[in-house]
């Protein structure tokens, strides 16, 4: 059974710090995605991650995967309070995505 | 261009009653799937529709059941309502089957059920 498993589950953030979130897959996958949910609200696509090495950055936002560690991560850069979000990994080794728990995370000033 | 739209946004149903969700994707996707989000399970897969075919599913009873129609669109059924089925349920598209390109995801519809 696949497993994704993401970590920390929650995150408090200092306002203009640095902060890693992991993901981990139990499973061969070479496509790792990475999606936003703020509250009451849907996912949205942060990052499509198709190759081993392949980095991705967008703002503050910077995501990487390491197919043969079976590991993707996601940096964020200086945070601020727009970044207070659910952050899920999702992985599709069989064209189903299998998310992880996700990563709560709030930015306190 | 307009998104994923999910009908309705909310629910509320009785135990033993049954349930059809609608989905309607991006104009031009093909591959619709559906998703159960709850607190306890997290995101779930339930199963995803190709050009009107059922190409997986995920590990929720028969009771869960869904179908495509010749233009995209896509309902989920859900019957013999139980408690434990109260959950955010999401649609998504994408252009094509395989996922390269992300999903995009509806709004959901929350389903009460007591």
């Known amino acids: 059974e696949l497993k994704v498993e993401q970590n920390p589950l929650f995150l408090s953030m200092q306002e203009g710090k640095n902060y890693t979130i992991y993901c981990n897959y139990s499973?061969?996958?070479?496509?790792l995605y990475w999606y936003r949910q703020d509250p009451g609200k849907s996912l949205e696509s942060l990052f499509v991650l198709l190759s081993n090495g392949a980095v991705k950055q967008e703002g503050r936002l910077m995501a990487s995967l390491d197919t043969k560690a079976r590991l993707s991560t996601l940096h964020i850069t200086a945070a601020v309070h727009d970044l207070s979000a659910t952050y899920f990994c999702a992985v599709d080794p069989n064209y189903k995505l299998s998310f992880g728990a996700g990563t709560t995370v709030t930015v306190r000033a | 261009k307009a998104g994923v739209t999910q009908t309705p946004r909310y629910l509320i149903k009785t135990r033993g009653q049954q349930v059809t969700l609608s989905c309607s994707p991006i104009s031009g996707h093909r591959s619709v799937s559906w998703y159960q989000q709850t607190p306890g399970q997290g995101l779930q897969f339930l199963f995803e529709?190709?050009?009107?075919?059922?190409?997986n599913k995920g590990n929720f009873p028969g009771r869960f059941s869904g179908r495509q129609f010749s233009n995209s669109r896509s309902e989920m059924n859900v019957s013999t309502l139980e408690l434990g089925d109260s959950a955010l349920y999401l649609c998504?598209?994408?252009?094509?089957?395989?996922?390269?390109?992300?999903?995009?995801f509806g709004n959901g519809t929350r389903l009460t059920v007591t």
């Open positions: 998504a598209s994408s252009l094509v089957s395989g996922l390269n390109s992300p999903l995009h």
């Open positions: 499973t061969t996958s070479d496509r």
């Open positions: 529709y190709f050009s009107e075919t059922q190409r």
